[in-house]
Structures are given as C-alpha cells and as structure tokens.
C-alpha cells in the first residue's frame, strides 16, 4: 500500500498549496478593497474642501469662520502655514495642549504625517477608517503568512 500512502500524501501537499494560494488572493482582494476605499475617502474630503473653499470666497461661509475653524483644528506648523496661521505657541503645551505637546516632541515625518505629507487634520479626518482599513490590510498580509 506504499503506493496508496505516496497519493495520499501528495494530495495532501496539494490541498495545502492550494489553501495557501487562496489566503493569499484573499489576501489581495482585501487589500485591494482596503485601496478602494481609502482613494473614495480622500476623493470625499477633497470635494468636501472644494465646497468649503467655495462657499468661504463666494458663499454663505464667512472666510473669518473658517479662519476660526482651521486656528482652532489645526497643530502642526506647517499645516497652519499653509493657511497663513501663525504657528502656536510652544507654551500651549505646558498648558495641556496635547497636541503640540506631542508636535513639539515629534520630528518631521513622525506620527502625526503619514509619509507623504498629510498633516494632522486629514489625518484625523480619516483617522478611524484609515485605522480600520490598516488593521484589514495587517490582517490579509498576516493570514497570509499562516
């Protein structure tokens, strides 16, 4: 029965590899919506600043309210200069301002960019569902290497 044994055996192996090759496009496909989702994100929150934009130079949003709005969001001093904010003070942080506590700890590219230049706002915009779509993208390439 050696021979019996020897189909067994590489039936066996080939259910393996084949089990690994669909966590593997299962893997992609998860991925791949993670993408998906993430480009639809940031195309929401570019037509959401497009409007707001608008509607603060022609509409019915007061440009100061929207200068409140920024002053009052916005932490890290680039992002501030964008909008012709002055920076914050480095004494926000002894006042319990976390957030430049944390900026004025942090170097440039750190926790709060994302590697490619988004700064805190976006970020927190997306904040949940960026974490939510990199906690699926870790889990497909994890399950992937089981």
Do not use: C, N, Y
Not at 15 to 20: M, S
Not at 70 to 89: C, E, Q
Not at 98 to 105: I, L, P, W
């Amino acid at each position: 029965m050696p021979k019996l044994d020897d189909q067994i055996s590489l039936l066996q192996e080939r259910l393996r590899q084949l089990k690994l090759r669909q966590q593997r496009s299962d893997a992609r496909r998860k991925a791949l919506e993670a993408q998906r989702e993430r480009k639809t994100e940031t195309r929401r929150q570019f037509l959401v600043g497009r409007v707001v934009l608008e509607r603060a130079q022609r509409g019915p949003l007061e440009r100061e309210e929207l200068q409140r709005w920024l002053d009052a969001a916005l932490t890290r001093a680039d992002d501030r200069a964008l909008f012709g904010l002055a920076p914050r003070p480095e004494s926000a942080a002894a006042h319990g301002d976390v957030g430049a506590a944390r900026e004025a700890q942090m170097p440039p590219g750190g926790e709060g960019d994302d590697g490619d230049g988004v700064g805190e706002v976006e970020a927190a915009a997306r904040g949940s569902h960026r974490d939510e779509q990199g906690v699926l993208a870790a889990d497909a390439i994890q399950d992937d290497r089981r």
